[in-house]
T-cell receptor, first 110, second 113 residues
Framework: DVKVTQSSRYLVKRTGEKVFLECVQDMDHENMFWYRQDPGLGLRLIYFSYDVKMKEKGDIPEGYSVSREKKERFSLILESASTNQTSMYLC?????????FGQGTRLTVV | QKEVEQDPGPLSVPEGAIVSLNCTYSNSAFQYFMWYRQYSRKGPELLMYTYSSGNKEDGRFTAQVDKSSKYISLFIRDSQPSDSATYLCAMADSGGSNYKLTFGKGTLLTVNP
């Protein structure tokens, strides 16, 4: 079975902190994604990566950056956390077509 | 017009009912179609995957794609309380490196014992 693992299930951070969300997949997938999910807005793509050190902006990249130094690991960085970044963050990976998700990180910024 | 439209529900049915969940879309280039199930506070779990038009069956679940109408459906037979979750449709136009999934906003389903 494909496994996509996110480093934290729940996280509470203060406004202005730099926040790292880590995601690891174990199936040698080329493509990895970061989404955020908010009530009424659904899933929105923040960034994706189709190869090591390659990244593309999604629909809402402002306030975020990403890092992909190794194929299995894709990190989402909140440069200076703000309260409007309180959300559920979901990492996904895919090889051909179907995408597989991690369990999600519920981030609260206070 | 939004690319993918999905009725948010909520949908409440008795145990054993047949459930029909639907999405419409506007982008005729979409050719990969998926259904995800998401339990509360968990990540989405892939349920069904279909390429292009037609039907696909897996146990109690059937996915249908009608590309001429730009309409996809997920049917759940003999629904169980454990099917209570949010169901998300997703679609993509390409399997290449610029692949992006476009999601519906999800339908909340409750199956009552």
């Amino acid at each position: 079975d494909v496994k996509v693992t996110q480093s934290s299930r729940y996280l509470v951070k203060r406004t202005g902190e730099k926040v790292f969300l880590e995601c690891v997949q174990d199936m040698d997938h080329e493509n990895m994604f970061w989404y955020r999910q908010d009530p009424g807005l659904g899933l929105r793509l923040i960034y994706f990566s189709y190869d090591v050190k390659m990244k593309e902006k999604g629909d809402i990249p402002e306030g975020y950056s990403v890092s992909r130094e190794k194929k299995e690991r894709f990190s989402l960085i909140l440069e200076s956390a703000s309260t409007n970044q309180t959300s559920m963050y979901l990492c996904a990976s895919r090889k051909i077509t179907e995408a597989f998700f991690g369990q999600g990180t519920r981030l609260t910024v206070v | 017009q939004k690319e993918v439209e999905q009725d948010p529900g909520p949908l409440s049915v008795p145990e054993g009912a047949i459930v029909s969940l639907n999405c419409t879309y506007s982008n005729s280039a979409f050719q990969y179609f998926m259904w995800y199930r998401q339990y509360s506070r968990k990540g989405p779990e892939l349920l069904m995957y279909t390429y292009s038009s037609g039907n696909k069956e897996d146990g109690r679940f059937t996915a249908q794609v009608d590309k001429s109408s730009k309409y996809i459906s997920l049917f759940i037979r003999d629904s169980q309380p454990s099917d209570s979750a949010t169901y998300l449709c997703a679609m993509a136009d390409s399997g290449g490196s610029n692949y992006k999934l476009t999601f519906g906003k999800g339908t909340l389903l409750t199956v009552n014992p």
